[in-house]
């Protein structure tokens, strides 16, 4: 069974695109079969590339990553099994949107981090070269607990 997943932020260039190519980088080591992709709430960075910063954490572990930057469709609510969201701001506009009879189950990601279940995935994007090496760690756990939650 192909389980599929959208992870979501604010522009899609930094947190979302991270949590992405971190899953498929996971999924590709394991033969996990699986389908993911990221989106932005706002249409602020549509078809752009990740940020750089991302992009350079990113390589620091050994992950090749591309994609264009998109904003959360209709679509998305009945196309993936998971909504996966960067915090609480993103969750609320995500849920406002949900249509009544959408398949995805929506969460905040670090809801399968063992150790912080509530708190966001800090916005690295106003800060340095380490708010980007934290959020990889934040993401890198959460999406390990994640992948144990689900049945394949």
Same mark, same amino acid.
């Given at each position: ?33 699986? %389908?993911?992709?990221?989106?932005? !709430? ?5 078809? $752009?590339?990740? *940020? #750089?910063?991302?992009? @350079?954490?990113?390589? %620091?572990?050994?992950?090749?990553? !591309? ?5 959360? $469709?209709?679509? *998305? #609510?009945?196309?993936? @099994? ?17 249509p009544i009879d ?51």
């Amino acid at each position: 069974m192909k389980v599929k997943i959208l992870f979501v932020c604010l522009g899609n260039i930094c947190r979302s695109t991270m949590a992405e190519a971190i899953l498929r980088h996971k999924a590709k080591q394991s033969g996990l079969e699986i %389908e993911t992709d990221s989106a932005g !709430t706002a249409g602020y960075h549509i078809g $752009s590339s990740p *940020d #750089y910063r991302t992009m @350079d954490v990113l390589a %620091e572990h050994g992950i090749d990553y !591309t994609h264009k930057g998109r904003q959360i $469709s209709d679509r *998305d #609510y009945y196309y993936y @099994d998971y909504i996966l969201v960067m915090d609480e701001s993103n969750f609320a506009n995500v849920k406002q949107e949900e249509p009544i009879d959408g398949i995805a189950h929506i969460a905040l990601v670090r809801k399968y981090d063992a150790d912080q279940t509530s708190l966001p995935v800090p916005d690295p994007y106003y800060g340095g070269a380490q708010g980007f090496n934290e959020v990889y760690q934040l993401l890198d756990e959460s999406i390990e607990g994640f992948l144990g939650s689900i049945n394949y």
